[in-house]
């Protein structure tokens, strides 16, 4: 290779390269554990500080293995197991920040809460929203869907007219199914006039299991 | 997306080991955790302003290499006035096992710092002379030679 010298094969690279990680090139060495210590503390601080805009981490959920993402603001996208990880925080590079770290410690709260909803210990959440992956419409249908209380449905239509478009039952599907942020803001709670489940982002047996977690009275 | 960065998290995770590796052996393991928060907090700051298509390897090892000129002046700041910044030990730093490796750790710490780095961006991060030329900020030509100064100091204290 042009680009090595000659003395740049010889012992002393050798030794070089033996010196820096001792138990060699393959696997996990001491060197890279050290590593991966090191930038999980740099990501946790970063997320502390402020100066990473967004926080990611893995919560678990009787559905499989959540992935939640924060702001300084509150709780921004909560994403099924099926929805592909680096999609998902490609996605938040682009619409919020790339300055995304996984800090698990941020999201210790809504961890939490989720851990009591699933169990049936807790029947509203207190952690806050980020709504900014929510465009205005968006808003209004599931600001109204957050207000339908636990163990409660409305029809399409009702969410429609409570988001003041009494005609956009069809639009505020859309807005349902496009909910960055399920079990939280309950887009569970909405079925079909006469009491058909409907749609699910997360697929109709879970929205079924929310339902019957909660106790309510579906067709 | 290639016309969109990555999220830092991924870049942290690239780029977490080659930046380890290159602080262990330019200012020992004593001062390598400082350094490898700074380098990431000062990349982490500047990210959303770089192209997506920069070179994220020769950049952080630039930042890494700064941080760590910026940890030698600071020891020789506090050393006695008469203490060489050269003689610093960084033997400690690494705990080679091999006492041969401690010998060349020696050796590794008395380079002066371009060379030092030179020889840590070459072999320990891989890096081509164009990249380890980027990241000490000076031509290619420079950083070729302050790589092969540095090697054959070096070669005085490895038996071939």
């Known amino acids: 290779?042009?680009?090595?010298?000659?003395?740049?094969?010889?012992?002393?690279?050798?030794?070089?390269?033996?010196?820096?990680?001792?138990?060699?090139?393959?696997?996990?060495?001491?060197?890279?554990?050290?590593?991966?210590?090191?930038?999980?503390?740099?990501?946790?601080?970063?997320?502390?500080?402020?100066?990473?805009?967004?926080?990611?981490?893995?919560?678990?959920?009787?559905?499989?293995?959540?992935?939640?993402?924060?702001?300084?603001?509150?709780?921004?996208?909560?994403?099924?197991?099926?929805?592909?990880?680096?999609?998902?925080?490609?996605?938040?590079?682009?619409?919020?920040?790339?300055?995304?770290?996984?800090?698990?410690?941020?999201?210790?709260?809504?961890?939490?809460?989720?851990?009591?909803?699933?169990?049936?210990?807790?029947?509203?959440?207190?952690?806050?929203?980020?709504?900014?992956?929510?465009?205005?419409?968006?808003?209004?249908?599931?600001?109204?869907?957050?207000?339908?209380?636990?163990?409660?449905?409305?029809?399409?239509?009702?969410?429609?007219?409570?988001?003041?478009?009494?005609?956009?039952?069809?639009?505020?599907?859309?807005?349902?199914?496009?909910?960055?942020?399920?079990?939280?803001?309950?887009?569970?709670?909405?079925?079909?006039?006469?009491?058909?489940?409907?749609?699910?982002?997360?697929?109709?047996?879970?929205?079924?299991w929310l339902l019957e977690l909660e106790g309510a009275r579906i067709g | 997306m290639s016309d969109a960065l990555p999220p830092f998290q991924r870049f942290l995770d690239g780029h977490r080991d080659i930046v380890w590796r290159f602080l262990l052996s330019t200012v020992g393991s004593a001062e390598a955790e400082d350094c490898f928060q700074e380098t990431f907090m000062a990349a982490l700051c500047a990210y959303p302003r770089l192209r997506a298509d920069s070179n994220l390897r020769a950049w952080v090892l630039t930042i890494a290499h700064n941080k760590a000129l910026d940890a030698h002046r600071g020891r020789a700041r506090r050393a006695l006035p008469m203490a060489e910044p050269a003689a610093v030990d960084t033997r400690a730093a690494a705990a080679p096992e091999d006492p041969r490796d401690e010998t060349l750790w020696g050796a590794v710490g008395e380079l002066p710092a371009r060379q030092r780095s030179a020889v840590a961006l070459r072999f320990l991060a891989d890096l081509p002379h164009r990249e380890i030329a980027a990241a000490i900020g000076c031509s290619e030509e420079a950083a070729r030679r302050s790589l092969h100064e540095g090697l054959a100091k070096l070669r005085k204290v490895v038996p071939a």
């Open chain 1, 1 to 208: 290779m042009s680009d090595r010298t000659e003395i740049e094969s010889g012992a002393v690279a050798e030794a070089l390269r033996r010196a820096c990680d001792p138990a060699g090139a393959n696997g996990q060495t001491a060197g890279t554990r050290a590593a991966a210590a090191a930038a999980h503390r740099f990501a946790e601080r970063a997320a502390a500080e402020g100066a990473a805009e967004v926080s990611y981490a893995p919560v678990d959920s009787p559905f499989g293995t959540l992935l939640a993402a924060a702001t300084r603001r509150g709780l921004v996208r909560l994403a099924f197991p099926e929805e592909s990880i680096d999609s998902v925080l490609d996605r938040l590079a682009r619409r919020l920040s790339p300055r995304i770290v996984e800090a698990p410690a941020q999201l210790d709260p809504v961890r939490r809460e989720l851990e009591d909803y699933f169990a049936g210990r807790r029947r509203s959440f207190e952690v806050p929203l980020d709504w900014s992956l929510i465009g205005p419409f968006g808003r209004r249908v599931l600001h109204a869907t957050a207000e339908i209380p636990y163990g409660g449905v409305l029809s399409y239509a009702e969410v429609a007219s409570e988001a003041g478009s009494p005609r956009g039952s069809r639009a505020a599907g859309n807005a349902l199914g496009s909910n960055p942020i399920p079990i939280v803001i309950p887009c569970h709670r909405v079925l079909r006039t006469g009491g058909a489940l409907g749609g699910y982002g997360g697929g109709l047996e879970r929205k079924r």
